[in-house]
Protein backbone atom coordinates (compact mmCIF):
# COMPACT_ATOMS: atom_id res chain seq x y z
CA UNK A 1 0.00 0.00 0.00
CA UNK A 2 1.25 3.33 -1.13
CA UNK A 3 1.96 6.03 1.62
CA UNK A 4 3.52 9.64 1.82
CA UNK A 5 7.26 9.53 2.68
CA UNK A 6 8.08 6.47 0.60
CA UNK A 7 10.45 6.42 -2.36
CA UNK A 8 9.35 4.86 -5.37
CA UNK A 9 10.07 4.46 -8.91
CA UNK A 10 8.41 5.45 -12.01
CA UNK A 11 8.94 7.19 -15.32
CA UNK A 12 9.41 11.23 -14.64
CA UNK A 13 8.77 13.16 -17.53
CA UNK A 14 10.68 15.37 -18.89
CA UNK A 15 9.75 19.11 -18.98
CA UNK A 16 8.62 19.08 -22.77
CA UNK A 17 6.52 15.80 -21.43
CA UNK A 18 8.87 13.22 -23.34
CA UNK A 19 9.37 10.42 -21.58
CA UNK A 20 11.28 10.34 -18.85
CA UNK A 21 13.74 7.67 -17.64
CA UNK A 22 13.01 5.44 -15.00
CA UNK A 23 14.04 7.24 -11.58
CA UNK A 24 13.06 7.46 -7.70
CA UNK A 25 10.29 9.90 -6.66
CA UNK A 26 8.79 10.78 -3.55
CA UNK A 27 5.25 10.48 -2.69
CA UNK A 28 4.50 13.57 -0.98
CA UNK A 29 0.67 13.28 -0.50
CA UNK A 30 -2.41 11.58 -1.74
CA UNK A 31 -4.44 13.97 -3.88
CA UNK A 32 -8.30 14.47 -2.59
CA UNK A 33 -11.13 12.59 -4.00
CA UNK A 34 -11.72 8.87 -5.01
CA UNK A 35 -9.01 8.77 -7.60
CA UNK A 36 -5.27 7.05 -6.20
CA UNK A 37 -3.50 10.21 -7.36
CA UNK A 38 -0.31 11.13 -5.97
CA UNK A 39 1.68 14.46 -5.44
CA UNK A 40 5.67 13.28 -5.92
CA UNK A 41 8.91 14.77 -6.37
CA UNK A 42 12.17 13.71 -8.40
CA UNK A 43 15.01 12.59 -6.52
CA UNK A 44 18.29 12.60 -8.69
CA UNK A 45 22.04 11.96 -7.72
CA UNK A 46 22.75 15.10 -9.33
CA UNK A 47 23.80 16.90 -6.24
CA UNK A 48 24.67 19.93 -7.92
CA UNK A 49 21.13 20.60 -8.88
CA UNK A 50 20.12 21.09 -5.46
CA UNK A 51 18.55 24.71 -4.58
CA UNK A 52 19.62 25.47 -0.80
CA UNK A 53 16.95 25.98 1.85
CA UNK A 54 14.57 24.42 -0.97
CA UNK A 55 15.06 20.79 -1.63
CA UNK A 56 16.83 18.56 0.33
CA UNK A 57 20.10 16.08 0.50
CA UNK A 58 20.13 12.56 1.88
CA UNK A 59 23.55 11.64 2.36
CA UNK A 60 24.91 8.59 3.23
CA UNK A 61 25.93 9.16 6.72
CA UNK A 62 22.06 10.38 7.23
CA UNK A 63 20.16 7.99 9.91
CA UNK A 64 16.91 7.72 7.12
CA UNK A 65 19.51 6.92 3.98
CA UNK A 66 19.44 2.90 4.30
CA UNK A 67 15.85 3.26 4.72
CA UNK A 68 15.23 5.25 1.71
CA UNK A 69 16.50 2.18 -0.86
CA UNK A 70 18.66 4.99 -3.01
CA UNK A 71 21.91 3.73 -3.82
CA UNK A 72 23.50 7.34 -4.03
CA UNK A 73 23.94 10.55 -2.46
CA UNK A 74 20.70 12.37 -3.98
CA UNK A 75 18.70 15.58 -3.88
CA UNK A 76 14.75 15.55 -3.70
CA UNK A 77 13.79 18.29 -5.94
CA UNK A 78 11.18 19.81 -4.28
CA UNK A 79 10.44 21.96 -7.36
CA UNK A 80 10.04 18.85 -9.70
CA UNK A 81 6.42 18.21 -9.27
CA UNK A 82 4.08 16.18 -10.69
CA UNK A 83 0.51 14.33 -9.98
CA UNK A 84 0.38 10.85 -10.98
CA UNK A 85 -1.85 7.86 -11.26
CA UNK A 86 -0.92 5.67 -8.07
CA UNK A 87 -1.25 2.85 -10.85
CA UNK A 88 2.12 4.12 -13.09
CA UNK A 89 4.11 3.86 -10.18
CA UNK A 90 6.32 0.71 -10.65
CA UNK A 91 6.94 0.19 -7.10
CA UNK A 92 8.42 1.56 -3.56
CA UNK A 93 12.55 0.94 -2.71
CA UNK A 94 12.28 2.62 0.61
CA UNK A 95 10.99 5.43 2.62
CA UNK A 96 12.43 8.33 4.16
CA UNK A 97 12.20 9.78 8.00
CA UNK A 98 8.65 11.75 8.93
CA UNK A 99 10.98 14.53 9.85
CA UNK A 100 12.39 14.94 6.54
CA UNK A 101 8.88 14.21 4.82
CA UNK A 102 7.83 17.50 7.46
CA UNK A 103 10.55 20.05 5.97
CA UNK A 104 10.05 19.10 2.47
CA UNK A 105 6.35 19.74 3.19
CA UNK A 106 7.41 22.99 5.06
CA UNK A 107 9.94 23.95 2.35
CA UNK A 108 6.94 23.69 -0.69
CA UNK A 109 4.64 25.45 1.64
CA UNK A 110 6.34 28.10 2.63
CA UNK A 111 7.64 28.32 -1.44
CA UNK A 112 3.74 28.17 -2.23
CA UNK A 113 2.63 30.95 0.43
CA UNK A 114 5.27 33.68 -1.36
CA UNK A 115 3.62 36.61 -3.03
Known amino acids: M ?3 GQVVLF ?3 QTDLAEGKLRPALL ?5 GPHDDWLVCMISSQLRHCIPDFDEIIQENDTDFTTSG ?3 PSVIRVGRLAV ?15 ERLERIRAHLTE ?3 QA
Do not use: C, Q, T
Not at 28 to 32: A, G, N, V
Not at 84 to 98: F, M, N, P, Q, R
Open 2 to 4: KHA
Open 11 to 13: RFP
Open 28 to 32: IRKLP
Open 84 to 98: VDGAIVLGAIGEIAS
Open 70 to 72: LKA
Open 111 to 113: WLR
